[in-house]
């Protein structure tokens, strides 16, 4: 496929890459929606004002407008990415096009968090045909891997040791995802869609105020070789802000692959080189060049639960994201959350309990499916959701919550211990036609393994693996790492229906608090019609059952001492979520970009 020949409108769109913004526009409230369940009120603590949940000065951000259009839309974390992928859609190209685009440009200006060394999921939905596709492009574990990896002297290695080692490092599956899905869902030749990337690799682009940040915040970055001389100046200290950032390894790497496809990836010199690279770490892994051939994407079947008179979907194992957040909400139905409203404390503790026993069943059931029998449907039962649900006490928090047990199998199985640590990146899209993408894509932690490779990195996602084969009680975990399994995450790429119609688009990165950070803003849009930027700028909170976990900066700190009388062990700290949404509204479309970081929604 040629490299260079793109259409003169394209071209033109590309050369405004860097100046064009999108006009924001005015917050106008959500759609609420219709035929909610009126609830009775619940007996628990006294009621008492909800605090004011707007972001306020010194609360660490502030609120964005809502960014409203009428054709097409993409939003993402950075806006050089968002600029790229809405250049995508205004020169034709599809919402799969447009995604394609933006991730290979998140890849160059947002390395910390996601790339072609990681992974990725990604729920379609094509308007003609009016079906909903998942896409796994999840990393695996490499053949040669065996049980017993990340322990050490008869216990779990220190997070960090593994973390930052080659054996962490899984087979990326991000390209042979998006090629497949190109295959089935894009309009634009395949390689036009690297054209802006390989722009900014060749031109170069700012360093962001948050690529600086967290460079200096990861020193084990600088001692990968390759990356030290990437991302540092010759006096060993992180590129300040502004500096113009060139990467030429990679956009050789994009223009390989551009003609000939993502086998220019997974077979050759490149993948030679990420073996080499793998092999050579202070710490080597045992990536294989098999490993990298033999990789294969896979179309799962999404998996889908109604709240309140939505249906909402997305991906299925070995994602526990869209399973948890489906229990929560399951969890909260039977409550009046709308009666509640953002900043109650009664919705806070009923949130957090929630997310306590959600976590308990993800500890336990959620492995790769071809690994292990997932009882999706069974924690999904109506019944037993219900069941669950009844185990809040309006007055007391329950602590650590015990895992259900819907199918008689819970003495068997053993207690996970994978941390799941935040980075990755969201996007959404919306194109002219109707057709819609919910994608997040990963390389685990912040910078990955730290392996610097032709000028990406590589991931670390491996740990996201219980680190200890069996728990204390010696019963066998079924995360635990095995050849060729995928690891199970906490990504939720979403799409919510109303009626047939797709009618919200929502994610977020953030490892494991992915799981309420995407729930808290469903609550948001369905519970208290808010309009999808005002539902992102919500305080964070939840639990993982372990502490409840409230936003530092914000107003939801004034319910800690509540919280606490209530028996919550309650943890202040900082929840960079990166929630990106697009609605879908008879009047057009509304973005949502999340304020915690440097998204921007892009449309026209």
């Given amino acids: 496929m040629p490299t260079a020949r793109l259409s003169a409108r394209l071209l033109l769109l590309l050369a405004s890459l860097c100046a064009w913004l999108p006009p924001a526009a005015a917050r106008q409230p959500g759609v609420p929606p219709a035929a909610a369940p009126v609830h009775a009120p619940v007996a628990g603590p006294a009621a ?69 060394g990681g992974g990725a999921f990604l729920m379609h939905y094509a308007a003609q045909a009016q079906r909903l596709s998942a896409y796994d492009g999840r990393e695996t574990a490499p053949a040669a891997a065996r049980a017993g990896r990340f322990m050490q002297d008869g216990a779990p290695m220190r997070f960090a040791d593994a973390v930052n080692s080659g054996r962490s490092v899984g087979t990326p599956g991000l390209l042979r995802m998006l090629e497949m899905a190109h295959r089935e869902h894009g309009v634009l030749p395949w390689a036009d869609l690297f054209a802006p990337a390989i722009a900014l690799a060749e031109q170069g682009f700012a360093v962001s105020p ?188 329950l602590g650590t919550a015990p895992a259900g047990d819907p199918l008689g199998r819970l003495a068997q199985l053993g207690q996970d211990d994978a941390p799941e640590l935040p980075s990755t990146t969201h996007l959404v899209a919306v194109d002219a036609q109707g057709n819609a ?87 948001g849009v369905i519970d208290w019609g808010l309009d999808i930027q005002a539902a992102i700028d919500l305080p964070n909170l939840g639990s993982r059952n372990r502490a409840t976990e409230l936003e530092r900066g914000t107003a939801l700190e004034a319910l800690a001492p509540s919280l606490e009388k209530m028996g919550h062990e309650v943890t202040v700290m900082e929840m960079p979520s990166g929630v990106h949404g697009i609605m879908i509204q008879p009047q057009g479309l509304a973005g949502g970009a999340d304020p915690r970081r440097e998204g921007l929604a892009a449309g026209r």
């Fill in 210 to 397: 948050r690529l600086h940040a967290l460079v200096a915040a990861t020193p084990e970055l600088a001692r990968q070789p390759e990356a030290r001389r990437y991302f540092y100046d010759g006096q060993g200290k992180p590129w300040p802000v502004g500096h113009r950032l060139r990467n030429p390894a990679f956009a050789q790497v994009l223009r390989e692959v551009a003609a000939r496809g993502a086998d220019a990836f997974y077979h050759g010199d490149i993948a030679r080189d990420m073996v080499a690279a793998v092999r050579a770490h202070a710490v080597p892994g045992d990536l294989s060049e098999a490993d990298l051939a033999g990789y294969r994407a896979v179309r799962r079947e999404p998996v889908c639960g109604a709240y309140r008179g939505y249906r909402l979907c997305g991906m299925p194992p070995p994602s526990s994201g869209t399973l948890a957040v489906l229990q929560i909400l399951g969890m909260l139905e039977p409550y009046p959350m709308q009666a509640w409203g953002p900043g109650s404390l009664q919705a806070v503790h009923y949130f957090a309990e929630a997310g306590r026993l959600a976590f308990a069943d993800r500890d336990r059931y959620v492995a790769d499916p071809d690994f292990a029998e997932v009882p999706v449907k069974a924690l999904l039962e109506p019944a037993y959701l219900r069941a669950r649900s009844a185990l809040i006490d309006p007055a007391r928090s």
């Fill in 437 to 523: 993408v919910s994608m997040t894509a990963t390389i685990e932690s912040a910078f990955g393994s730290k392996i610097f490779v032709r000028g990406f990195l590589l991931n670390n996602e491996l740990t996201d693996f219980s680190l200890s084969d069996r728990d204390a009680q010696g019963r066998p975990v079924l995360n635990r790492v095995q050849p060729g399994k995928r690891p199970r995450s906490s990504m939720a790429p979403m799409i919510v229906f109303r009626g047939q119609a797709p009618y919200l688009l929502v994610g977020s990165p953030g490892g494991s608090a992915i799981i309420n950070y995407v729930a808290k803003t469903l609550v």
């Fill in 48 to 116: 008492q004002p909800a605090v004011d949940v707007h972001p306020e000065p010194g609360s660490g951000y502030q609120a964005r407008a809502l960014v409203r259009a009428q054709r097409h839309m993409l939003v993402s974390a950075h806006p050089l990415a968002s600029q790229a992928g809405e250049s995508i859609l205004a020169a034709g190209g599809s919402a799969l096009d447009a995604a394609i685009a933006a991730q290979l440009v998140l890849n160059l200006v947002e390395p910390q968090s996601s790339g072609v």
